[in-house]
Nanobody, 127 residues
Framework: QLQLVESGGGLVQPGGSLRLACAASGSTLAFYAIGWFRQAPGKEREGLSCISPNGRTTDYLDSMKGRFSISRDNAKTTVYLQMNNLTNEDTAVYYC????????????????????WGRGTQVTVSS
């Protein structure tokens, strides 16, 4: 059974960068679409980005385009989220999630289709 573990969070100053990693085990990562989500205190969970199983389809929340970049290395069983020019508004717990879709080109920023979730990694942006 697929398991996901996020890492790479931490404290960063405004304008800084972080690269989050989502490490998979228990199943073949290449079968799964991966989404990145976040939830800030008092706010609903927000879909940020997704990448299809073959990596050819990606999608981003409009406000993240140009700042965030998703990528995957199926050989290393890891999906990454590069986050640049971070602001205080990016402070949240970040989660990755997986779904095994029928199409290798599928991805979605909507959380409902995703069945497997990691426990999250905290990102705090503060001076």
């Amino acid at each position: 059974q697929l398991q996901l573990v996020e890492s790479g969070g931490g404290l960063v100053q405004p304008g800084g960068s972080l690269r989050l990693a989502c490490a998979a085990s228990g199943s073949t990562l290449a079968f799964y679409a991966i989404g990145w989500f976040r939830q800030a205190p008092g706010k609903e969970r927000e879909g940020l980005s997704c990448i299809s199983p073959n990596g050819r389809t990606t999608d981003y929340l409009d406000s993240m385009k140009g700042r965030f970049s998703i990528s995957r290395d199926n050989a290393k069983t890891t999906v990454y989220l590069q986050m640049n020019n971070l602001t205080n508004e990016d402070t949240a717990v970040y989660y990755c999630a997986a779904r095994r879709p029928a199409s290798v080109l599928w991805c979605s920023k909507t959380s409902t289709p995703f069945a497997t979730w990691g426990r999250g990694t905290q990102v705090t942006v503060s001076s």
